[in-house]
């Protein structure tokens, strides 16, 4: 059996992940970790609070003696990270929030699976059915701005015509056309994508140092149900109403 926590799962994206965890998989017990700061609400979940297969717990990820006794209570073999300061403009007010949530975070969650999943019979394996073994995992979700700003390849724009309708009728605004990639030197300008560099950095060492098993995913801005107002989409939504 799967047990897998799942932090910020009250949160916007989290809310989801988990939702779709506890019913598609039944088989797995899902145990969702949530300090439920402004940011998380368990109105998200009301629909899947009551199945047998998923769990909530209020608790800091900060708070290392409160994670390491609940991977040893629940046996994780998994861990879906989520949880996470993620407003730029907050963390340009309060930076010391970021650092602390985003790093020391990470670094708790970290060490406290890094402990646990050494103590098993084999380290970093767990036994899903008698007689396999399978490698436990911790999955960090990160962001796209660790990588900074793509460079600016066409300045000067172009002449028509052109191939989008977005565009002024006689001139393309100056443009790039690069894309982000894996292979990109990590850039942050904001204490929010500083933070989550750090995070991603730690995760990493966490993975050559110990040899932890360990997937780093850094996606695009997300947008739909759930979501805090206070981010672009749903706030021009609410003001237009």
Avoid at 99 to 111: F, H, I, K, P, S
Avoid at 136 to 164: K, N, R
Wanted: charged share 20%; hydrophobic share 35%; with cysteine.
């Amino acid at each position: 059996m799967k047990n897998i926590i799942i932090t910020g799962g009250a949160g916007f994206i989290g809310s989801h992940v988990v939702r779709l965890f506890v019913n598609k998989y039944p088989e797995y017990r899902i145990i969702n970790v949530d300090k439920l700061t402004y940011a998380g609400n368990l109105e998200n979940l009301r629909d899947i609070e009551d199945k047998p297969n998923y769990r909530f717990v209020k608790a800091d990820i900060c708070d290392f003696d409160t994670i390491f006794a609940l991977m040893k209570e629940e046996q994780v073999t998994g861990v879906i990270h989520l949880a996470a300061e993620s407003h730029v403009d907050r963390s340009i007010k309060d930076p010391f929030t970021f650092a602390r949530t985003n790093v020391m975070g990470t670094l708790c969650m970290l060490q406290a699976a890094k402990l646990y999943w050494e103590s098993l019979p084999t380290p970093y394996m767990f036994s899903p059915f008698e007689g396999e073994l399978e490698r436990v995992l911790f999955y960090h979700i990160s962001t796209d701005e660790v990588y900074g700003a793509l460079q600016m390849t066409h300045p000067e724009g172009i002449e028509p015509p052109f191939t989008t309708t977005a565009s002024s009728s006689e001139h393309h605004l100056a443009y790039g056309d690069k894309f982000f990639t894996e292979d990109l030197k990590y850039m942050p300008h904001s204490p929010y994508s500083a933070s989550k560099a750090s995070s991603d950095h730690f995760v990493r060492a966490f993975h050559d140092t110990y040899g932890m098993p360990t997937i780093v995913t850094n996606c695009s801005n997300n947008y739909g149900p759930y979501q805090v107002p206070e981010k672009l989409i749903p706030l021009f939504i609410n003001n237009i109403r």
